[in-house]
């Protein structure tokens, strides 16, 4: 059975120490041949429509740049708030000659 790595990043900082964040988290799951992993993007009270978009941005770039895709993105509401998303991506199929 396959593993699957479930990394919360539990991320209300700097736009900067979010891309480093996940940027670790990425190169650990690259480097350990992660089929999938889970992470947390949080929803910054206040920046909720411009500042998780760009955070949801970023993510998708750096793992994309891991060799991962996007599989879900998930939201999570509590009390009526939006609290962040789950989102989930997976290693690319790798293209195999014909």
Do not use: C
Request: glycine share 6%; aromatic share 10%.
């Amino acid at each position: 059975m396959k593993k699957l790595l479930l990394a919360l990043a539990l991320l209300t900082a700097s736009p900067a120490a979010l891309a480093e964040s996940l940027e670790v988290i990425a190169t650990q799951a690259q480097a350990s041949a992660q089929p999938a992993i889970t992470v947390w993007i949080a929803s910054n009270w206040g920046f909720r429509k411009q500042g998780t978009a760009k955070d949801l941005n970023e993510a998708h770039r750096i793992f994309g740049a891991h060799g991962y895709e996007v599989v879900s993105v998930e939201s999570y509401i509590e009390n009526g708030d939006l609290e962040g998303f789950f989102v989930t991506y997976r290693q690319r199929p790798r293209a195999t000659p014909p």
